[in-house]
């Protein structure tokens, strides 16, 4: 290309940047340039199910025939089962989930450059980008109750079963796009429920006189967003203690035979998802083993590898369970099931006989949420250590989670007057919406 046709080219770039909307059909950046635009979700809510450690990737949903000897020789740690995704081989532990393909999606070649350190993993996981020391960037959860908010009023959009931590907040963002969260399901988030000797009238005197306090302080302040964000923080949490939202803990309603086929502390996070969906939430991260109660999670580091098939038969139990839960109840086309961890694992063994890490392609398993699902996205290679196929970047996989959602994956969000992507200019698949 010579320069003056450069600088032709150029000149009609930026003339296409100023035409308003309404003349360019509302295309992104990437519309522009010459890719067919990918039809919007229709989603109403997610549920990301968080294998803290790194799900091991060649021993569940991208299970190879190649065997492993848990020594020298790399390869599956278990036999292979067909699914009803054609030609797609999981874990001999996941049959349930296996029987369930048709309303799944194996994205078998996310990456990332992340392997050594879990907690910068996790962030990249959860915020879709490399950490920034002048910026910290919202989680996935925060995106989407920023861009969609609750679905009914009087609930949180956004509520993590977990602990709490700046990776699963709302950075720059602020609290409104924050997290409710809990670490037990029996009773609700910490500080909601009403002490045994406050009575409900008691507790609207105390509202009342701290409402009073609180504008009182303002006249003073004058407009200081600080104080802002907390006086609606607040007010978010007395209307939470007020409406139907902890009418969701009550696992109880739903009866011995619900609450048995769900089984463990695990499967009853799921189903506590699901009651929040009904109750407006829009997104809920269930995070699996939270306490490690099998000495290392999924991070099958050395021993922990010969017990993985427990978390495996777990996860295939209640998953599959939710996933037959939320149809029953007219959910699934509605909810996005996103299942990830931090990172994969390697085919060959440590010293030890387990797996180290691997970001260099892993497995993220999606799955209702209206889309295509009953087929793979990418194709990783004999021993799922390299993507052959469609590789997904971290940013392609938050743009296919938000386009989902019914969120544009080029919207921008505001820190202070700068804007800033939804997306590290990730792409949705598109053959998932087409």
């Given at each position: 290309?010579?320069?003056?046709?450069?600088?032709?080219?150029?000149?009609?770039?930026?003339?296409?940047?100023?035409?308003?909307?309404?003349?360019?059909?509302?295309?992104?950046?990437?519309?522009?340039?010459?890719?067919?635009?990918?039809?919007?979700?229709?989603?109403?809510?997610?549920?990301?199910?968080?294998?803290?450690?790194?799900?091991?990737?060649?021993?569940?949903?991208?299970?190879?025939?190649?065997?492993?000897?848990?020594?020298?020789?790399?390869?599956?740690?278990?036999?292979?089962?067909?699914?009803?995704?054609?030609?797609?081989?999981?874990?001999?532990?996941l049959p349930l989930l296996a029987a369930r393909g048709e309303h799944l999606v194996p994205v078998r070649t996310v990456h990332h450059n992340v392997i050594d350190e879990h907690a910068a993993a996790t962030n990249r996981m959860h915020t879709g980008r490399p950490t920034s020391g002048s910026l910290v960037y919202p989680s996935i959860g925060s995106l989407v109750a920023a861009t969609r908010g609750a679905a009914m009023d009087?609930?949180?959009?956004?509520?993590?079963?977990?602990?709490?931590?700046?990776?699963?907040?709302?950075?720059f963002l602020g609290p409104k796009a924050g997290f409710v969260y809990l670490t037990d399901t029996a009773k609700g988030p910490e500080g909601l429920s009403l002490p045994p000797d406050i009575s409900v009238d008691r507790a609207g005197r105390r509202e009342s006189l701290l409402s009073t306090l609180r504008r009182a302080s303002a006249v003073g302040a004058g407009r200081d967003p600080v104080l802002e964000e907390y006086g609606e923080a607040i007010e978010q949490c007395f209307a939470l203690q007020r409406g139907d939202f902890l009418k969701a803990f009550?696992?109880?309603?739903?009866?011995?035979?619900?609450?048995?086929?769900?089984?463990d502390e695990f499967g009853q996070r799921c189903l506590l998802a699901r009651r929040l969906l009904q109750r407006g939430v829009r997104f809920v991260e269930v995070?699996?083993?939270?306490?490690?109660?099998?000495?290392?999670?999924?991070d099958s580091h050395n021993a922990a590898q010969r017990e993985l098939h427990v978390l495996i038969r777990g996860l295939d139990h209640?998953?599959?369970?939710?996933?037959?839960?939320?149809?029953?109840?007219?959910?699934?086309?509605?909810?996005?099931?996103?299942?990830?961890?931090?990172?994969?694992?390697?085919?060959?063994?440590?010293?030890?006989?387990?797996?180290?890490?691997?970001?260099?392609?892993?497995?993220?398993?999606?799955?209702?949420?209206?889309?295509?699902?009953?087929?793979?996205?990418?194709?990783?290679?004999?021993?799922?250590?390299?993507?052959?196929?469609?590789?997904?970047?971290?940013?392609?996989?938050?743009?296919?989670?938000?386009?989902?959602?019914?969120?544009?994956?080029?919207?921008?969000?505001?820190?202070?007057?700068?804007?800033?992507?939804?997306?590290?200019?990730?792409?949705?698949?598109?053959?998932?919406?087409?």
């Open positions: 290309m010579n320069r003056r046709d450069f600088v032709r080219r150029a000149g009609l770039a930026s003339c296409a940047a100023l035409l308003p909307p309404v003349l360019t059909g509302g295309l992104h950046a990437a519309e522009m340039a010459g890719a067919l635009p990918v039809p919007r979700g229709r989603a109403e809510h997610c549920i990301m199910i968080w294998l803290g450690g790194g799900m091991s990737q060649i021993d569940t949903f991208d299970a190879k025939k190649i065997r492993g000897d848990g020594k020298k020789v790399a390869g599956c740690y278990y036999d292979t089962i067909p699914t009803a995704i054609p030609g797609a081989l999981f874990s001999e532990h009087g609930v949180p959009p956004y509520v993590v079963m977990g602990y709490p931590s700046a990776t699963r907040g709302p950075g009550q696992l109880g309603a739903e009866g011995d035979v619900v609450r048995a086929a769900f089984g995070g699996f083993n939270l306490n490690f109660v099998n000495g290392a999670g999924w209640a998953l599959s369970t939710l996933i037959d839960d939320l149809k029953a109840n007219g959910l699934l086309d509605k909810t996005l099931l996103v299942v990830s961890g931090e990172f994969g694992r390697p085919a060959e063994f440590d010293a030890g006989g387990g797996r180290g890490h691997h970001g260099k392609c892993f497995t993220v398993l999606l799955g209702g949420g209206g889309m295509r699902t009953g087929q793979c996205v990418g194709e990783s290679d004999a021993l799922a250590m390299n993507p052959v196929v469609d590789p997904v970047s971290v940013p392609d996989l938050f743009a296919t989670i938000l386009n989902a959602m019914g969120v544009d994956p080029a919207r921008k969000l505001m820190d202070g007057e700068r804007p800033v992507p939804v997306t590290d200019n990730g792409r949705a698949v598109a053959k998932l919406f087409a």
